[in-house]
């Protein structure tokens, strides 16, 4: 996912440099050795995913649908926890996670509409299957948040009679997850660069990774 955003890696190696060193030497090897110290926390999120809404009138149905999807990946999003293996105890990133509900529900809103920009007549319904291919990068402050969503899902819409309106979204799309932690980044950097790349190069080429202690 990282490879893969060129803002993330020019802002990588502007500000973490050595890190990046790195990064480019021996990719799953660095991955580890962040982990280990608290400076990266990876997510796959496989969720079957199943949102029906419903409602009498319409336009304001439709509108509400989305709501209903972006509280169902909040729901989700209450379970994205880790570890913190430097002061213990758990981290959560539900609040981090906000904009990319708000971008992934607005997609599937979107997929769903333009698959079927009307309700189907009285007592029919109407379902396709849609591919979702999102995902972005933000900075929180504290993390940097990197996400992505790929996979099809099935929307459907039914009228099962005159006043009532019911959309739904199903299936299990793959979400992936990296937060990456600004400030134990910046440590990490300062650590690895007073020991030096050689060094460094030594720590991720660990069988197991080399923890906060053993940089100090």
Avoid at 8 to 27: D, G, H, K, T, W
Avoid at 50 to 57: E, F, K, L, Q, T
Avoid at 73 to 97: H, Q, T, W, Y
Avoid at 119 to 148: H, M, R
């Amino acid at each position: 996912m990282v490879s893969k955003s060129e803002s993330i890696i020019r802002r990588l190696n502007n500000e973490y440099p050595v890190l990046s060193q790195l990064f480019a030497y021996n990719r799953e090897g660095t991955i580890g050795f962040l982990q280990a110290n608290g400076g990266l926390y990876g997510f796959s999120l496989s969720h079957e995913f199943n949102v029906p809404h419903s409602g009498n009138d319409n336009y304001k149905a439709w509108s509400d649908y989305r709501n209903a999807i972006e509280r169902y990946l909040e729901k989700i999003c209450d379970g994205v926890k880790a570890n913190d293996p430097l002061r213990g105890g758990m981290r959560s990133f539900k609040e981090e996670l906000r904009p990319a509900r708000k971008v992934l529900s607005g997609e599937i809103h979107t997929k769903h509409y333009i698959r079927f920009p009307y309700w189907p007549s009285v007592y029919k319904e109407q379902e396709s299957f849609v591919e979702l291919d999102t995902g972005g990068n933000y900075d929180s402050g504290a993390y940097i948040i990197i996400w992505s969503c790929v996979g099809s899902i099935k929307v459907t819409d039914r009228r099962p009679q005159y006043d009532k309106y019911i959309a739904e979204f199903s299936g299990r799309p793959d979400l992936k997850l990296l937060v990456l932690d600004n400030d134990r980044l910046k440590e990490l950097e300062r650590a690895v660069k007073t020991k030096g790349i050689e060094e460094g190069r030594r720590m991720v080429n660990k069988s197991r990774s080399v923890t906060w202690n053993e940089l100090r």
